[in-house]
């Protein structure tokens, strides 16, 4: 079972270049979400996705853009990447609504660096 | 919003020892509380969750207790193994809102 699926796993970016993190998941979930991680602060959420066609902002959206291409897909978009936004980025996805109680999966991660 | 406080970020254990993780949540509403645990290179998974209606859960050698009054819920790991160092995870959410994650902790298992 592939579950969530991140490209790149890596990236190193230069100050001011753009560049888009890619998420599929194959297990027929509604909602998807976008995560960075930095050390001591957990898990934030950037933008979420409760369904086909509807995005909205987490905590941290600030800097980012995104997609819900499909059902499958939810793309996380960098326009002028900052050094603020180096972390690791995890994408998740949740069978039910994200106001929902319940697991949500996440896929391995991508480690962005900003030079 | 919620605000999730965990202590310790880092653990250290002998293998066989006992280890407990303690979290803090801020919203009284919150009723759910899970539990993720990150390998190295992987994404974080869950491994045990509890809702607000009890008080302890548990799994083989891992259990969560709840106190509602003080709002704390602590992960309680018996008889450690190696393979139960990770990053650990709490997290808590209420009705209508997101999950809000605690800052993580790092435990070691010492063979």
């Known amino acids: 079972n592939a579950g969530v699926t991140q490209t790149p796993k890596f990236q190193v970016l230069k100050t001011g270049q753009s560049m888009t993190l890619q998420c599929a998941q194959d297990m027929n979930h509604n909602s998807m979400y976008w995560y960075r991680q930095d050390p001591g602060m957990g898990l934030r959420l950037i933008y979420y996705?409760?369904?086909?066609?509807?995005?909205d902002k987490g905590e941290v959206p600030n800097g980012y853009n995104v997609s819900r291409l499909n059902k499958r897909e939810f793309s996380l978009r960098l326009e002028s990447a900052a050094p603020s936004q180096t972390s690791v980025y995890f994408c998740?996805?949740?069978?039910?609504?994200?106001?929902?109680?319940?697991?949500?999966?996440f896929g391995q991660g991508t480690r962005l660096t900003v030079v | 919003g919620e605000n999730v406080e965990q202590h310790p970020s880092t653990l250290s254990v002998q293998e066989g020892d006992s280890a407990v993780i303690k979290c803090t949540y801020s919203?009284?509403?919150?009723?759910?509380f899970p539990w993720y645990k990150q390998e190295l290179g992987k994404g974080p998974q869950l491994i045990i969750d509890i809702r607000s209606n009890v008080g302890e859960k548990k799994d083989q050698r891992i259990a969560v207790t709840l106190n509602k009054t003080a709002k704390h819920f602590s992960l309680h790991i018996t008889e450690t193994q190696p393979e139960d160092s990770a990053v650990y995870f709490c997290?808590?959410?209420?009705?209508?809102?997101?999950?809000?994650f605690g800052g993580g902790t790092r435990l070691m298992v010492k063979p």
């Open positions: 998740a996805s949740s069978g039910a609504g994200p106001f929902v109680n319940t697991e949500a999966f």
């Open positions: 919203d009284s509403a919150s009723n759910y």
């Open positions: 996705s409760a369904s086909e066609g509807t995005t």
């Open positions: 997290a808590a959410k209420s009705a209508g809102n997101m999950l809000t």
